[in-house]
């Protein structure tokens, strides 16, 4: 399975990014091979819209089917819940402090968007 991490930098150690569509990278584990690589997500930076819906889309190309992020809006949550994505909220901390806290089941799974739209 793979989970992808809205982090600042292309490393694990990496901040958490707190935006979801405007994330600098998802850093995506593979839990099958203990594996990272990263996704750089420049393109949707300065997207003047639709930058929830692409890096859904680049998420869910990659073969994610966690995504953990600080905020998820309604567009990007629509397209990752239809993908079969589960979207989980982290508030802090670096990328690996994330991906330890959804292992240990601390991380809240989010049922609806969390923020409004082009916040």
Known sequence: ??????????????PMDSRFGRARYFMIFDDESSSWESLDNDQNLSAPQGAGIQSAA??????CKILISGNCGPKAFTALS???????????GTVLDALRDFKNGVLKRLEAADVEGHW
Request: glycine residues 6%.
């Open 1 to 14: 399975m793979k989970i992808a991490v809205s982090s600042e930098r292309p490393v694990p150690e990496s």
């Open 58 to 63: 680049n998420v869910v190309n990659a073969g």
């Open 82 to 92: 239809k993908a079969g994505v589960e979207v989980y909220l982290a508030s802090n």
